[in-house]
């Protein structure tokens, strides 16, 4: 059994998985930047290593330190949680040669899964479906248009350099395909500097659906069923549930199964998720597989009532699971809604400061995984998400009323977040009725109106104890302030 | 007195009233008193409810919570509007780091054209002229992290 484990992250997620090491009696070491001295996953494990200045590309991104690190501390092993280090296979073939399990997949699946070409050929070759499409290197434009008809439209041209729906055209119609192709290709060699383009189909509003598949250390693969992703604002997920509101017992089968091939076909390891864009007819498309541990793995957590985590541990050292994957079943409804420093009034742009005051409530069937802590500093270096709360409850109506029960009894002052927000899109019709697409939130809340200022909001800020005119607006702005003198700026009103 | 203050670009006046709760100077409306719990929690009590509340303020912000939701409100004599640096300039409207300056200082800009690109948490913003005319400085440097509200760059009008 692995003995010691490096935490190779920041946030909730290192938390979190420090949690479930303490229960398996795992020795952890936690690792921080220097801006994260005082943070709670450097407090929460058992020993913690300081990696280097703020900035991730000297901290936790910085494979040298991590593994010196892991060394030093006499680790044997490595969680990499999500993002930072954990879809790096040169780093996990580095993990290995000095002796530190990469708890996670192999090398191998990661680098086919984490390239969109080789993962396209390689489910086309396991029969996984794919969105029908058309890649080639050289394929001319008679021929693209040949391929386009063949597919129908619309059609959805694609720079093969692209991401992040930079270089993406839609084309609705056979008379628009030459111009766009034009346009297509000179925005590719402007950004990319590659005019390669490729076409798919375009899925018109598609669902985002995800199988949560692991693989146990004897290489048995199974599902755990799928997670709903489709409420979405630009492209990054804030609330996630499970079951999905569009899957029954027969889609959940066949999306299963096709997860199970396509994590099947790389010989996968661990725990990864496959994502599928789910079209409104009931076909679904691999979209990519992610070779991690999720954001929003709780919910599944929560439905089937396994620690992923503690699953991902015992296949890293060998030992077989807990549960029979065979005796598994979902109960119930569970759903996610992310906290992040953002303000949703103003395009969501990110926000910092310091967590003057959080209470957190505590309801039953109701779990929050934090990274944040009162007094933490949220600074401009990493992600902006600073918790996850997610509720339990037996139907999606129920499990939605906890979780904005739990929103609105959340308190976190003293940094913007989109909490007020969250709310809102609980209470939304269209959440309601389960009928969710990626674009919903673009299309419901465009713009998004803050709640009205009640009398008692207003009450309580002319409660407030004036303050001395403060050096805030004066600040250098070469530097920030640190969370301390921040922090003696505060004054509490219940300390007067 | 009225205290005023600003949320959403609109400002709120609120007076004490003889028996010491607080109400709405400008109409005729209900009541709401602040009190205090043994404990230390604060309670808005109002003739409808009386319900739990959070208040933190620092010098330019007073942070609400009750009924659900968080609001920020800014006392109205001390703030200095956002986004308006002294002599005509622009702000960073989001914590960062500036990446790259985008023209040089004595350049003639248009309105809306990209003066510099500041990134913050895997976002990159362009900072764009308000008003054409010339660029007469920039008040921050590639490389360095600035607070919300911090000047950025002159523009002086044609």
Not at chain 1, 15 to 41: Q, T, W
């Amino acid at each position: 059994m692995i003995r010691k484990v490096l935490v190779a992250n920041r946030g909730e997620i290192a938390v979190r998985v420090m949690r479930s090491l303490k229960e398996l009696g795992v020795a952890s070491v936690a690792v921080a930047s220097e801006a994260d001295i005082n943070a709670p996953h450097a407090l929460a494990a058992d020993e913690c290593v300081i990696l280097g200045p703020a900035p991730a590309s000297e901290s936790y991104l910085n494979t040298k330190a991590l593994l010196k690190a892991a060394k030093d501390t006499g680790c044997d092993a490595l969680h990499p949680g999500y993002g930072f280090v954990s879809e790096n296979a040169s780093f996990t073939e580095e993990c290995e040669k000095h002796g530190i399990v990469f708890i996670g997949p192999s090398a191998e699946s990661m680098r086919v899964m984490g390239s969109k070409t080789a993962s396209r050929a390689a489910m086309t070759d396991a029969g996984v479906p794919v969105v029908p499409g058309f890649h080639s290197e050289k394929g001319s434009d008679d021929e693209l248009f040949e391929k386009a008809k063949e597919i129908g439209w619309p059609i959805l041209l694609k720079a093969s350099a692209g991401g992040g729906g930079k270089g993406m055209r839609v084309v609705d119609k056979p008379d628009a395909f030459a111009s766009s192709l034009e346009l297509c290709r000179s925005e590719a060699k402007v950004s990319f500097g590659d005019d390669t383009v490729y076409l798919e189909k375009y899925v018109t509003n598609p669902r985002h659906v995800e199988i949560q598949v692991f693989g146990d250390f004897e290489g048995n693969i199974f599902a755990l069923g799928e997670r709903e992703c489709s409420v979405q604002r630009r492209h990054q997920k804030i609330i996630e549930e499970s079951p999905s509101p569009a899957v029954d017992a027969n889609l959940r089968k066949r999306m299963s199964a096709a997860a199970v091939e396509a994590a099947k076909a790389v010989a996968y390891k661990n725990a990864g998720t496959v994502e599928f864009l789910l079209d409104e007819d009931g076909s679904f498309y691999f979209l990519e597989m992610n070779t991690r541990l999720q954001v929003e793995h709780p919910v599944t957590e929560m439905v089937y009532g396994v620690d992923l985590v503690a699953a991902q541990v015992l296949t890293a050292s060998g030992k077989p699971l807990t549960f029979d994957p065979k005796t598994l079943a979902p109960r119930g409804h569970a759903i996610e809604a992310r906290v992040y420093a953002e303000d949703p009034a103003v395009g969501f742009l990110p926000q910092s400061g310091t967590v003057a005051l959080l209470r957190e409530p505590m309801i039953p069937g109701l779990r929050i995984d934090s990274g944040v802590a009162e007094g933490s500093e949220v600074g401009v270096y990493y992600d902006p998400m600073l918790a996850k709360i997610i509720a339990w409850a037996e139907t999606r109506e129920a499990a939605t009323a906890r979780l904005r029960a739990a929103l609105e009894q959340y308190v976190l002052l003293g940094v913007q977040t989109n909490v007020n927000f969250l709310i809102d899109v609980l209470g939304h019709p269209t959440w309601e009725s389960g009928k969710l697409t990626t674009g919903f939130l673009g299309q419901a809340f465009d713009p998004w109106t803050p709640p009205e200022l009640p009398l008692e909001a207003l009450a309580l800020a002319g409660h407030a104890p004036s303050q001395k005119s403060s050096t805030h607006e004066n600040r250098s702005s070469t530097q920030l302030p640190t969370p301390w003198q921040e922090w003696g700026a505060w004054r509490s009103l219940t300390e007067n | 007195m009225a205290k005023k203050f600003r949320y959403r670009d609109q400002e709120f006046s609120i007076e004490k009233d003889k028996s010491g709760d607080w109400v709405n100077p400008e109409t005729d409306g209900p009541s709401v008193s602040i009190t205090r719990t043994p404990g230390g929690s604060l309670r808005a009590k109002s003739d409808h409810a009386d319900l739990p509340a959070y208040a933190i303020a620092s010098a330019d912000q007073v942070w609400v919570h009750v009924k659900g939701r968080a609001y920020v409100l800014e006392p109205v004599q001390k703030s200095r509007r956002r986004g308006k640096a002294p002599g005509g300039g622009l702000t960073a409207p989001m914590p960062g780091q500036v990446m790259r300056h985008l023209v040089n200082v004595g350049d003639k800009v248009e309105e809306g054209e990209a003066l510099l690109v500041i990134e913050a948490m895997k976002m990159q913003l362009e900072i764009k002229a308000p008003h054409s005319g010339t660029l007469t400085r920039f008040l921050a440097e590639p490389g360095e992290t600035v607070p919300a509200g911090t000047a950025l760059a002159e523009v002086a009008p044609e």
